[in-house]
T-cell receptor
Framework: QQPVQSPQAVILREGEDAVINCSSS?????VHWYRQKHGEAPVFLMI?????EQKGHEKISASFNEKKQQSSLYLTASQLSYSGTYFCGTETAGNKLTFGGGTRVLVKP | DAGVIQSPRHEVTEMGQEVTLRCKPI?????LFWYRQTMMRGLELLIY????????DSGMPEDRFSAKMPNASFSTLKIQPSEPRDSAVYFC??????????FGAGSRLTVL
């Protein structure tokens, strides 16, 4: 079953912060985050494993609460280059990676 | 490394025709995934292979779709016969031990 992402879209001014949430109804082994620019393929940002860890990529960080089966992606001091669609991918038994519906992020000057 | 290579990049065909999409994964990667992306349904996992063996094909829409991986460096996704609702971007991705995915550039399919 597909993880649920929220919000579906967000518009930011350069320098503002945003949070994207991802939740699953199934027990998770890991959570992946990818970003896709228009007309391009999704590109890996980070992977979070069991243990409630946090990771960072540039000023983008994420957390994983395995008990709640939720992950959040934090865009801090957003830059124009952060625009794109962000997907969370949840890994369940059998190494199956299922993606959420995506969150479209637009960062304006 | 050239990354994951997909062909063709664009395909326009008529309803009822056979379509074959091809993928060459990154050398050394042992997992290969086929995804379909549409506005309505997002990124859907169709099928994935570990060590050339199909592990889960529950996402394959119907019998018109089939996928093969005859060796570690090549996979195909075939649609026969194609229908307009199959129009989408089809992505192939590979990984080592089903970890971080590297996606190909995608094959944009239009069925008229």
């Amino acid at each position: 079953q597909q993880p649920v992402q929220s919000p579906q879209a967000v518009i930011l001014r350069e320098g503002e912060d945003a949070v994207i949430n991802c939740s699953s109804s199934k027990a998770l082994y890991s959570v992946h985050w990818y970003r896709q620019k228009h007309g391009e393929a999704p590109v890996f940002l980070m992977i979070l494993l069991k243990g409630g860890e946090q990771k960072g990529h540039e000023k983008i960080s994420a957390s994983f609460n395995e008990k709640k089966q939720q992950s959040s992606l934090y865009l801090t001091a957003s830059q124009l280059s952060y625009s794109g669609t962000y997907f969370c991918g949840t890994e369940t038994a059998g190494n199956k990676l299922t993606f959420g519906g995506g969150t479209r992020v637009l960062v304006k000057p | 490394d050239a990354g994951v290579i997909q062909s063709p990049r664009h395909e326009v065909t008529e309803m009822g025709q056979e379509v074959t999409l091809r993928c060459k994964p990154i050398s050394g990667h042992n997992s290969l995934f086929w995804y379909r992306q549409t506005m309505m349904r997002g990124l859907e996992l169709l099928i994935y292979f570990n060590n050339n063996v199909p592990i889960d094909d529950s996402g394959m829409p119907e019998d018109r779709f089939s996928a093969k991986m005859p060796n570690a460096s090549f996979s195909t996704l075939k649609i026969q016969p194609s229908e307009p609702r199959d129009s989408a971007v089809y992505f192939c991705a590979s990984s080592f031990r089903a970890n971080v995915l590297t996606f190909g550039a995608g094959s944009r399919l239009t069925v008229l």
